[in-house]
C-alpha cells in the first residue's frame, strides 16, 4: 500500500504511466551499449573529475537538456518554440562580440547575451499572445531573424575567443562533474521553483488545457504565453553560451543547428502533450537524456554520422507509439482477439 | 398558391438518429414553388438535421423526399445541388480571399483542355448578380465586400446553378436591419420567380415579415404546418415551446418582497449593447434578488451575459455598478468588479479538462491573487474538500480530474469556483442544461440560498419554468432587445410568453 502510493507519486512525478515507455528506452538502449559497446560503463577517477561515456553523455546532452525545459512550458501552453536553436547562435555571437571586439569581462558580456536573447525570445510571445500570431509561424520568423542577427554581430566569420570563464561553463568540472550538469540541475531547480512554488505552473496548464475557459477565469492569458517565450529564450541563451564554451568559438551559422527538433522531441518523448496542459520537466530531461544516449550508442556502433538520423527517427516515432493511448488501446484489442485463438 | 398546388419539395416520414438520440422522427415538410417557408423550432428541436439531410450531408434512416414528384437521395451536397437544392449556410461559407466571380464558380469552374476559363468565369458570375439586380466588380476580392453583399455573393453562387429549391440557414443573423430589409426584397423577388425558398430563423419578427408558411419542429418531431397569415404568434410561441399558452399555468412565483425594490441596485445597465449581441438593454441587477432573462434561442440571452462579464465589451451605452460607470472590458475586469460568469457551454468554457477537481476550484481564486501569492496546497485542499462537502459533489477524491465527473457535479465544481470569490453578481447561463433531475433540484436550491445570503444572480434559462419557480424578477428579451419586465406575482409561463410574441403590443 505505501510503495503504491510511493510509486504513484514517483510516476506522475515523472509524467504519468506514460514515462515507464521513456524509461525502457532507456534501460533497452544502455542494455544494448553494456552488450555490444565495449566499457561502457567504465568510469573512471582521474584528478578529481570522474570520466566515462555516461557522464559524456550527460555533458554532451546538457545543452538540449536546458533548452528542453524551456520548451516544456512553451509547449505545455499548447505552443512550440522553432527559434531556440537560433537563439543559441544569437547569445554566442553577443558573448563573443562582448568579449573580444566589445572589451567586456565575462561577468558583464554573459548577463549581456542572457538578456538580449530573452528578449528577443520574448517577441515571439509578443507575437503569439498579442498579435494572435501561429506559433509556429512566430517563432519561424524568430528563428529566421535569429540566424541572421547572429551572422550580422559575427560578420559572418567565427569569432575564436580564448576566455576562462566561457571555457569553464563549456568544458570546466565541479564537484567531479562536468559543470554542465550543475547548470542543468540548476535550471531544473529554478524552473520547478517558479512552476510549483508560484501559480505560474497551474496558470500554464490551465492556458494549454482551456485558454478560453481559462481567461473566463481571470487567468492572464497574454501574460503567461509572452513570460513562457521568454524563458524559453533564456533556457537557449545558457545553451548557447555552453556550445560556445564547448568549441572555443562563435560558430553563428552552425551552432545550434536543428537542435529545436532534439529538445521538441525530448519534450514529447518526456510525456509531455503537444497539444498542451500537464507538463513534466523531469519528464523533459529524461527524454533528451534518451535522444543523448542514442547518439552516444549509434557513435560508438560505428554508425555513420550521415545516417544516424534514421534509427534515431525509428526510436523515437516507437517510443511516441507506445505513449499514445489509442495505440495502447489497440495493442490492448490485438491481445485480446489473440487470446481465444491460444486457448482454441 | 393554393393548397392543391403540388408541392415543389416534399419530406415524408424521415428519421434519423444518431448514437442515444433520435434527431427526427417521422418530419414531414411540404414546400411549394413561389413561396417562403419558415422552419422553427428551439434547440434540439431538429432543424439542422433535417437540413443536412436535404442537402445529402446526412443520409437519412427512413422515408421518402421527392422534389417535383421524382423519389430523391442525395448522397452529397454536390448531388443535392445538382438536383436543384440549393444551401447558404449560417456562417457566409464562402472563401474570403478569393474573388468574388471564382467564388459564385468555385467547383464548377468551365474547363477547356484542363485551363479554366477565366473569361467565362468572369461573365457567368455577372450574370448570377445581375439576376439578383447586383451590379458588382466581379473581381474584387470577397472580403473588401461588406458582410451582407457577401451573403447576397453566396445567394449568387446558390442559383447560379439551376436551383429549384433554395435553403437559407440563418441568413440574418449577422445582419443589421436595411440589409435585412434588402435580403428580404431579394427573396421575394426570387419567390416571384417561382423558387421554393426554405428559411430557418429565430426571428420571429422576420418569419412574419417574410414567410408563407411556417413548418414547427419539437425535439424531432413535426407539430405541424401552419399558414402564416393565420397563427398568431403567442400560438407559435406555444407550439415551438410545448405547452398551451393560455393554460393558465402561473408557476408558484416567489412572493414579492415588499422590501425588494428598497435593495440597492448591484449593476445597472444603461441602452448598452454590442453589434450582432444584444441592443439597448436596460437592466437592473439587485443584491438579493434573483433576475431571469427570458427569451427564445437567439434572443441576446447569452450575448448579454458575456457583454456583463467582459466578454464581448459593451460598444453603445453604459454598465454601471454601484452607480458608477465602469468600463468592462475583459472578464479579468469584471471578476475584480465582483462579477463570476458560469457559461453555458461548460465543455469549452467551463471546465479546465485535465486538471483536478481542486485546481479547477481554485483557479479563478487564484488568478484573483497573482501568480506569485500562491495559496498553499492545506488552504487548496481545505477549499476543495469543504465545497466538495458542501454542495455534495461526488468525485473519488479532490485530485480526480474534472473531465471524468458527471455533467452536473461538473457544474458544481464550477460553482464552487466562483463561490470561493464570494462575488456580488452571479451569471448562470443555462446552470442546469444537460443536469440529471436530482442535482438540478440541489443547484436550484442552492441558487435560492446564495440570493437569500444577498448575493445578486442572473439568471438565464431556455425553460421558463425554471426562470418562473427562481426568479423574483424577470427581463424578456425577444430579438436582441429587451421587451418586457415583470414583476413578483405577474411571474408566470404564460405571461413570459406573450411577451416573448407581442413585443411593445397589447398582450392579447
Not at chain 1, 94 to 114: C, E, Y
Amino acid at each position: 500500500m505505501k510503495t503504491d502510493s510511493a510509486w504513484k507519486a514517483i510516476s506522475t512525478w515523472f509524467g504519468g504511466g506514460s514515462i515507464i515507455w521513456t524509461l525502457l528506452g532507456l534501460a533497452l538502449l544502455l542494455l544494448v551499449d553494456a552488450v555490444w559497446v565495449k566499457d561502457f560503463f567504465t568510469l573512471e577517477w582521474r584528478d578529481g573529475h570522474l570520466y566515462g561515456t555516461p557522464v559524456d553523455i550527460l555533458h554532451q546532452g546538457s545543452k538540449v537538456m536546458l533548452l528542453a525545459l524551456g520548451m516544456t512550458l512553451v509547449i505545455a501552453t499548447g505552443g512550440v518554440d522553432l527559434s531556440v536553436g537560433s537563439l543559441m547562435a544569437v547569445a554566442g555571437a553577443i558573448a563573443a562580440w562582448a568579449l573580444t571586439a566589445g572589451g567586456m569581462s565575462a561577468a558583464s558580456a554573459l548577463p549581456l547575451a542572457l538578456l538580449v536573447t530573452t528578449l528577443i525570445g520574448s517577441l515571439s510571445g509578443l507575437l503569439v499572445a498579442v498579435l494572435g500570431v501561429q506559433p509556429i509561424v512566430a517563432t519561424l520568423v524568430v528563428m529566421v531573424a535569429g540566424r541572421g542577427i547572429a551572422m550580422l554581430v559575427t560578420g559572418g566569420q567565427i569569432l575564436t575567443l580564448q576566455d576562462p570563464t566561457l571555457r569553464f561553463i563549456g568544458g570546466g568540472y565541479f564537484l567531479g562533474l562536468p559543470f554542465t550538469v550543475t547548470l542543468v540541475v540548476a535550471l531544473l531547480a529554478l524552473t520547478l521553483f517558479l512552476t510549483r512554488r508560484t501559480a505560474f505552473g497551474l496558470f500554464i496548464e490551465a492556458t494549454g488545457d482551456n485558454e478560453t475557459a481559462s481567461r473566463f477565469c481571470g487567468v492572464p492569458v497574454r501574460l503567461v504565453k509572452v513570460l513562457v517565450y521568454a524563458f524559453s529564450g533564456f533556457c537557449a541563451a545558457l545553451a548557447g553560451i555552453v556550445a560556445t564554451g564547448n568549441i572555443h568559438a562563435a560558430d553563428s551559422a552552425r551552432v545550434g543547428e536543428m537542435m529545436e527538433l532534439d529538445a521538441i522531441f525530448a519534450v514529447v518523448v518526456g510525456g509531455t502533450a503537444l497539444t498542451g496542459g500537464r507538463f513534466h520537466l523531469l519528464g523533459s530531461l529524461l527524454g533528451a537524456l534518451l535522444i543523448q544516449t542514442l547518439t552516444t550508442t549509434m557513435y560508438n556502433l560505428g554508425v555513420p554520422p550521415t545516417v544516424a538520423p534514421v534509427p534515431k527517427a525509428v526510436v523515437i516515432v516507437l517510443v511516441c507509439l507506445l505513449q499514445s493511448p489509442v495505440f495502447q488501446a489497440r495493442l490492448r484489442t490485438w491481445k485480446k482477439a489473440k487470446t481465444p485463438e491460444v486457448t482454441a | 398558391m393554393s393548397d392543391s398546388d403540388p408541392a415543389l419539395l416534399s419530406l415524408r416520414g424521415i428519421d434519423k438518429s444518431f448514437p442515444g438520440v433520435k434527431a427526427l422522427q417521422d418530419v414531414a415538410l411540404r414546400l411549394r414553388a413561389g413561396e417562403v417557408h419558415a422552419l422553427m423550432g428551439e434547440n434540439g428541436a431538429g432543424k439542422s438535421t433535417l437540413i443536412k439531410v436535404l442537402t445529402g450531408l446526412y443520409p437519412r434512416d427512413a422515408g421518402s423526399m421527392r422534389l417535383a414528384g421524382q423519389e430523391i437521395s442525395p448522397a452529397s451536397p454536390r448531388q443535392a445541388e445538382a438536383l436543384g437544392i440549393s444551401t447558404v449556410y449560417q456562417e457566409v461559407n464562402l472563401i474570403p480571399a478569393l474573388s468574388v466571380a471564382e467564388n459564385i464558380c468555385l467547383g464548377r469552374e468551365p474547363v477547356k483542355w484542363g485551363c479554366i476559363q477565366w473569361h467565362q468565369v468572369r461573365q457567368r458570375a455577372v450574370k448570377a448578380l445581375q439576376r439578383l439586380g447586383l451590379q458588382l466588380d466581379v473581381t474584387a476580392r470577397l472580403d473588401t465586400l461588406p458582410l451582407a453583399l457577401q451573403q447576397m455573393v453566396a445567394i449568387a453562387r446558390a442559383l447560379e446553378i439551376d436551383a429549384k429549391v433554395l435553403v437559407l440557414d440563418e441568413p440574418t443573423s449577422s445582419l443589421d436591419e436595411g440589409e435585412v430589409e434588402a435580403l428580404f426584397s431579394l427573396l421575394r423577388r426570387l419567390r416571384g420567380e417561382g423558387l421554393g425558398i426554405l428559411l430557418v430563423t429565430h426571428f420571429l419578427d422576420q418569419v412574419y415579415a417574410i414567410s408563407d408558411r411556417i413548418t414547427v419542429l419539437r425535439n424531432g418531431r413535426l407539430v405541424g404546418e401552419f399558414l402564416t397569415a393565420e397563427l398568431p404568434r403567442l400560438k407559435l410561441i406555444g407550439q415551438m415551446l410545448g405547452r398551451e399558452p393560455d393554460a393558465g399555468q402561473a408557476a408558484a412565483a416567489p412572493s414579492t418582497d415588499l422590501t425588494q425594490v428598497s435593495r440597492p441596485v448591484i449593476l445597472e445597465t444603461k441602452a448598452a449593447g454590442f453589434r450582432g449581441g444584444i441592443q439597448q438593454l436596460d437592466l437592473s441587477l439587485r443584491a438579493g434578488q434573483i433576475t431571469g432573462l427570458a427569451g427564445l434561442l437567439g434572443s441576446g440571452r447569452t450575448e448579454t451575459a458575456r457583454m456583463l462579464f467582459g466578454i464581448d465589451p459593451a460598444t453603445t451605452g453604459s454598465i454601471e455598478i454601484d452607480g458608477v460607470a465602469v468600463p468592462l472590458d475583459s472578464p479579468k475586469a469584471a471578476i475584480a468588479r465582483g462579477l463570476a460568469f458560469c457559461s453555458e457551454d461548460r465543455k469549452r468554457e467551463g471546465i479546465i479538462p485535465h486538471l483536478s477537481v481542486r485546481e479547477n476550484l481554485i483557479l479563478a481564486m487564484q488568478a484573483g491573487r497573482g501568480p506569485w501569492k500562491k495559496a498553499p496546497l492545506a488552504q487548496q485542499t481545505e477549499l476543495a474538500q469543504r465545497y466538495i462537502a458542501t454542495l455534495g459533489i461526488k468525485t473519488p477524491s479532490p485530485e480526480t480530474p474534472i473531465r471524468n465527473l458527471s455533467g452536473g457535479n461538473q457544474q458544481k465544481v464550477l460553482l464552487a469556483r466562483w463561490l470561493v470569490m464570494q462575488p456580488r453578481l452571479l451569471i448562470l447561463d443555462e446552470p442546469t442544461r444537460g443536469i440529471d433531475v436530482g442535482a438540478r433540484a440541489e443547484i436550484d436550491r442552492l441558487i435560492a440560498q446564495l440570493s437569500a445570503d444577498g448575493m445578486a444572480v442572473l439568471l438565464i434559462s431556455s425553460e421558463l419554468e425554471e426562470i418562473v419557480a427562481n426568479s423574483q424578477s424577470v427581463t424578456v428579451l425577444r430579438d436582441r432587445r429587451a421587451v418586457g419586465h415583470l414583476q413578483g406575482s405577474t411571474i408566470s409561463v404564460a405571461e413570459i410568453m406573450k411577451w416573448i410574441a407581442h413585443s411593445g403590443e397589447e398582450a392579447a
